[in-house]
């Protein structure tokens, strides 16, 4: 019998973002010119033409969530390959039981500067209209990220489950506009966002990882722990840590012959404490005999085995 038991999936919002992994050159970002008139009051001879804005910013949802209560709390996640002095986001999602509760900044706009390097802060506001939600980000001061092309938590989005909805397995995302105002073709702030979920390419994020009330700690590391009980009649659970780029994980029994006995997991896990039972049969079902067996733990980068007894 497979018995899985997920013990810890996230630690909160500080660690959720580990998930998102966005593919983001620090390439030319492209985009229509739709400026009629210069910043001095002259005609924009590039007007309707595609030109280059700057070093490209892109965007990305966490695959996973946070559960405080009856709030959701979803992540966005941020790649600025040269500095960002605010954003504009409409954010489109499919479930009509999640309500809009609250807005709050990710690392990426707590950690701003303006031109001369002093440590400066963001606004940050959101306003739900009809269908979607408006996120605004802005600084009176000239603040900017770091802009360091490296991935980071952009803003948490907080909604509320309406009362007796059941919780989604997963809710689909889409951004309608998505604005990204750089600071290399200062003043003229022009977008430099090159990926995001648009209405073509949503971002399904799924909710079977999640945390209760900010959970704890997700494993920095592998590893493999000894089975309880052992030695063991008729069921024994095996706990074992999977890290963040876990990926592709097997846990295998093997007799003392070193021949598979069973295949408990093969498959991909997400980052989390994890607790496996086993009740002594093999791949078909079938009972094994009394004897001294070994547990396996295998990923790309790791491998541990160890030793467990049963006892008929």
């Not at 997920?6 to 620090?26: K, N, Q």
């Amino acid at each position: 019998m497979r018995k899985l038991f997920v013990i810890v999936l996230t630690s909160g919002l500080l660690l959720t973002g580990a998930w998102a992994e966005l593919d983001c050159p620090p390439d030319s970002s492209y985009h229509i010119d739709t400026r009629t008139m210069l910043p001095d009051g002259s005609p924009n001879p590039t007007y309707g033409q595609e030109i280059a804005t700057g070093l490209c910013g892109c965007l990305g949802f966490v695959d996973g969530a946070v559960i405080d209560g009856n709030n959701i709390i979803f992540t966005i996640r941020m790649v600025d390959n040269e500095p960002i002095r605010g954003i504009e986001l409409d954010i489109f999602h499919d479930n009509v039981d999640l309500s809009y509760a609250g807005l709050s900044k990710g690392s990426k706009l707590e950690d701003v500067q303006d031109e001369d390097g002093n440590p400066r802060t963001m606004t940050l506001l959101g306003n739900y209209l009809e269908d979607h939600l408006k996120v605004l980000a802005y600084s009176t001061s000239r603040a900017r990220t770091t802009g360091d092309g490296t991935e980071g938590d952009l803003i948490h989005i907080t909604y509320a489950l309406a009362e007796g909805a059941s919780m989604p397995e997963a809710v689909t995302f889409y951004f309608g506009l998505a604005n990204l105002p750089g600071t290399s073709m200062d003043p003229e702030l022009l977008n430099v966002v090159c990926g995001y979920p648009d209405e073509n390419n949503q971002a399904v994020v799924s909710t079977s990882t999640v945390s209760v009330d900010g959970g704890e700690i997700i494993p920095e590391k592998f590893a493999l722990n000894q089975n309880y009980p052992n030695p063991f009649n008729p069921s024994t659970q095996i706990s074992f840590d999977v890290p963040i780029g876990g990926d592709h994980v097997m846990l295998n029994i093997y007799n003392i012959l070193g021949q598979n006995v069973n295949t408990l997991i093969n498959e991909v896990l997400s980052p989390g404490a994890y607790k496996m039972e086993w009740d002594a049969t093999d791949a078909f079902g079938s009972p094994v005999a009394s004897g001294i067996y070994f547990y396996e733990l295998r990923s790309k980068t790791f491998t541990a085995r160890k030793k467990m007894l049963l006892i008929r």
